[in-house]
């Protein structure tokens, strides 16, 4: 049986960790209001923060602070003053996305722990190495993965585990989803999704609407509690329960109930493991929607994960709630202590703490004075000594030895009070073992180099808006191309690099590769899978043997931190570039992929000025930059497939299919035409990959600059890339000749950006 496993638990405000705590919880995670990704919940000012971290510190639980949302460059000088005080004050560690964000803070915070986020997409050993090299402690993986792969992650890299057990799930991959801010300029990568994923869609193949799916992008609420000792052992560190946004009260009971019954298996190991109805009902009652399930731990993904009907939530059981409320929402428990307090004239006075288990500390305050008219009595000293007001101890025995008449004001019995407390408030967490010393950098503190970052960002965006002369800016052209017909319409545009999706080029490599042969002027890459699963092992292995063999692919774009270690495991000079998904949103991103490559993919949620700093300081440090003028924008990258949620799966989760004629559902009117219509009236295509298992929801337009270009090339980017997915042979060579082939598209945050 695994040793006792940290009940992670959220805490939206401070009703809400003092009822997580009081409640069981080993660590509490929460947001303050900078930087984390619940925009919307209450959060916690600064003094708040502080203020959980002493209490949770001297019960022997741990704070994580949520920095996990993507951070712009004129951001980043508020970075380091803002974490400060909770750095010295003791803080355990910090939940990051941004990697720009997390290389920072590892240079400037040294023995803070890294924890990865579940934004970050973390899916395999390929990741969760890659983070370990940066000195990430933790990974919170993507939520989609299986026991098994869980189990594998532990094995290979050693890693903490931190793994969500409980609560409201995303349909899509985190960090994967670009919906909410194409839509409705609210970020999920900024902690301000608006949700569209709990809004209702129709489901239609072809012409046909498939009746009984009025929700198919809403996932019930995951439910693990009867699966306590599988997560146990599987080797998960911490469990960790959602909801920052949620009740205190939900908070509390569902924490007490994961309480109950880790403590049960860890007492009696899983033989006897039962959760009763009782607690299961009252788990239902708490806030949860009308339906539960156990997550992707036991399946890959299935129509009975999803919220056919109703995504409401069915209400909570109001007396439930009030039982929770007077029980956990409320002060800590305060620790019992002795106090011995000395007052000899001409001596400094003198205070002991001392509490049951031994921890004593002595403190001297000012100096006692012989008494000229009214001597301190024992009472005036207890008086004051017993007045431990918002501390966590109180007094239980309060020994006053006075020699002879003396006289102390009552302010300077107060403060002996007040710096005893304090002591021996300290010496108690420090004898838990919850905080080391936390000194500030010897380096005068203030990071020049962020406070002319800030300078250099403002001075873009004036420069863009004043009008840059881009005569002699010619960025070279990049080719995406997704079908064997789109490859052949680019052969006649010159361009300099072409990406070849990775599915058609295993399906059809003996083709491609002659095609090759006979174009051989651009430079051939592939453009690798949005996920990597364990069951893309031998998927990868047959790409491998394909490249070596076949020696014409020369690089990579990459989607996502496995694909990074893959690539660096192939060894030879191939080239590697992050695509937009992997987001650059600072300086700190850019000089990350500094290591690994000499290029990176601008953000779709970034403006024109704001990719124009980034562009420019790229520029600085020899780093070339790309940018997207033309896609269909992937919304959401998602395990579980709108095709099978309604009923018409063709497919089983095997081997992965690879043979040219079967390899994978097209988008579109190719081989399938599944797309989704929202009460509107727009359709958004989706992309049904049987070959890695997962769907891509594209925006119901084209993104395309074409009426642009002139604000386009005062950007300065030095690739312009064209992203072909749906697009027939005809469309392709229209798009590159500047003969725009539809009537509708976006510019998506070209000129507006994100909040």
Request: aromatic residues 10%.
């Amino acid at each position: 049986m695994k040793s006792r496993v940290e009940l992670l638990a959220p805490a939206g405000n401070y009703e809400a960790f003092l009822g997580a705590v009081n409640a069981g919880a080993d660590a509490v995670y929460l947001g303050g209001e900078k930087f984390g990704a619940r925009a919307y919940a209450d959060n916690f000012t600064d003094e708040d923060i502080c203020r959980a971290l002493h209490t949770a510190h001297f019960m022997g639980k741990k704070v994580y602070l949520t920095v996990n949302t993507l951070i712009k460059e004129t951001e980043f000088a508020g970075l380091y003053d803002w974490l400060l005080p909770f750095y010295e004050a003791g803080l355990d560690g910090v939940i990051v996305q941004d990697i720009g964000v997390l290389c920072y803070i590892r240079e400037h915070f040294k023995d803070l722990a890294l924890h990865a986020s579940t934004q970050m997409t973390l899916t395999g050993t390929g990741g969760a190495s890659f983070m370990k090299e940066q000195g990430v402690t933790r990974i919170v993986p993507a939520r989609e993965l299986s026991l098994a792969e869980v189990r594998h992650i532990k094995e290979e890299t050693g890693l903490e585990l931190e793994c969500f057990i409980h609560g409201a799930m995303c349909y899509c991959y985190s960090g994967q989803c670009l919906f909410s801010s194409i839509l409705g300029r609210r970020s999920g990568n900024r902690g301000r999704c608006a949700q569209p994923c709990r809004l209702p869609y129709r489901i239609y193949d072809g012409k046909e609407a498939i009746d009984g799916v009025d929700y198919p992008l809403s996932l019930k609420d995951m439910c693990t509690i009867d699966h306590i000792p599988q997560l146990i052992e599987a080797g998960i560190d911490s469990f960790k329960i959602e909801g920052r946004m949620k009740k205190p009260e939900y908070t509390a009971g569902v924490t007490a109930l994961y309480r109950k019954y880790i403590n049960l298996y860890e007492e009696q190991g899983a033989k006897d493991f039962r959760v009763t109805d009782e607690d299961m009902e009252n788990l239902r009652s708490l806030y949860i929607r009308s339906e539960v399930q156990t997550g992707y731990y036991e399946r890959h993904n299935g129509r009975e994960m999803i919220t056919l009907q109703k995504p409401s939530y069915t209400g909570s059981d109001q007396n439930l709630l009030e039982q929770i409320r007077t029980r956990y929402i409320k002060d800590v428990d305060k620790l019992p202590v002795k106090m011995s307090v000395t007052l000899t004239a001409g001596e400094a006075s003198d205070l002991q703490i001392t509490d049951m288990q031994g921890i004593s500390v002595s403190v001297s305050g000012n100096t006692v004075e012989a008494a000229q008219k009214s001597p301190l009595s024992h009472e005036t000293v207890r008086k004051q000594m017993e007045k431990t007001g918002n501390s966590h101890v109180r007094v239980t025995e309060c020994e006053i030895d006075i020699q002879g008449d003396v006289f102390l004001p009552i302010g300077a019995l107060n403060e002996l009070r007040r710096k005893g407390v304090e002591a021996f408030e300290r010496q108690y967490i420090i004898a838990r073992g919850m905080i080391s010393e936390r000194r500030r950098e010897k380096d005068n503190i203030k990071n020049r180099r962020l406070t002319e970052s800030v300078k250099t960002i403002k001075k873009h965006s004036k420069s863009y808006a004043a009008g840059i002369d881009s005569d002699n800016v010619k960025p070279t052209v990049d080719i995406l191309v997704s079908t064997y017909e789109q490859l052949a319409a680019v052969a006649a545009h010159p361009c300099r690099r072409i990406y070849i999706d990775s599915d058609l080029y295993l399906a059809n490599r003996e083709s491609i590769e002659r095609y090759i042969e006979q174009n051989s002027n651009p430079v051939y890459c592939l453009a690798l899978p949005y996920v990597l699963r364990a069951r893309d092992d031998e998927y990868m292995r047959l790409l491998t043997a394909a490249i070596k063999s076949g020696r014409k692919i020369r690089g990579f774009l990459v989607r996502n931190y496995e694909e990074v270690t893959y690539v660096r495991g192939l060894g030879g000079d191939y080239i590697i570039v992050p695509d937009a998904g992997l987001y650059v949103f600072n300086r700190e991103s850019i000089r990350f992929w500094e290591q690994y490559s000499e290029e990176y993919t601008l953000p779709y949620e970034l403006n024109a000025g704001e990719n124009m700093g980034l562009v420019d300081y790229g520029h600085h440090i020899g780093m070339n930059s790309a940018m997207v003028v033309y896609s269909r924008i992937p919304m959401m990258i998602t395990a579980n497939c709108v095709k099978k949620t309604g009923g018409r799966c063709t497919k089983q989760l095997t081997e992965p299919n690879i043979q040219a004629d079967d390899c994978i559902d097209g988008i579109g009117s190719l081989k399938n035409r599944i797309r989704l219509k929202d009460r509107y009236g727009t359709d958004f295509p989706v992309e049904t990959n049987c070959v890695h298992c997962y769907n891509i929801i594209y925006n119901s337009v084209p993104y395309s600059l074409h009426t642009r270009k002139e604000e386009t090339a005062r950007i300065c980017a030095d690739i312009w890339r064209y992203d072909f997915t749906v697009e027939s042979e005809t469309d392709c060579m229209e798009i590159l000749e500047g003969r725009f082939p539809y009537k509708e598209y976006t510019t998506g945050h070209f000129k507006r950006g994100v909040e």
